[in-house]
């Protein structure tokens, strides 16, 4: 497992969320050097604590573990098709315009 690849994901998804090491670690109920030695992918950690890192973040599991999962693809494009839902008409056309072209064969 790339832990290292997870790792980055889970301090991106957190930076996303405006979140410093210190408030998600309060917000799971650990140490923040639990957070950074995960984040930095030296310690995997325990399935209860990454459940509940990924429901503070509010991000799927599948998104965290996409390159260790081998169907985590199906979550991404579910998340990718809710996410593209909220957009405007104009939004969608542009988004479907360069999926077009970058799966033309």
Not at 46 to 66: G, Q
């Amino acid at each position: 497992m790339d832990a290292k690849a997870v790792g980055r994901r889970i301090r991106a998804a957190r930076e996303a969320k405006g979140l410093t090491q210190e408030d998600l670690a309060a917000l799971v109920e650990i140490s923040p050097t639990h957070i950074s030695v995960v984040e930095r992918g030296t310690k995997i950690t325990r399935m209860d604590t990454f459940v509940a890192i990924a429901n503070v973040l509010e991000v799927s599991a599948d998104s965290l573990l996409l390159d260790v999962v081998d169907h985590a693809i199906e979550s991404v494009a579910t998340e990718l098709s809710a996410s593209i839902e909220k957009l405007e008409r104009a939004d969608k056309v542009r988004i479907l315009k360069v999926v077009s072209v970058l799966t033309e064969e």
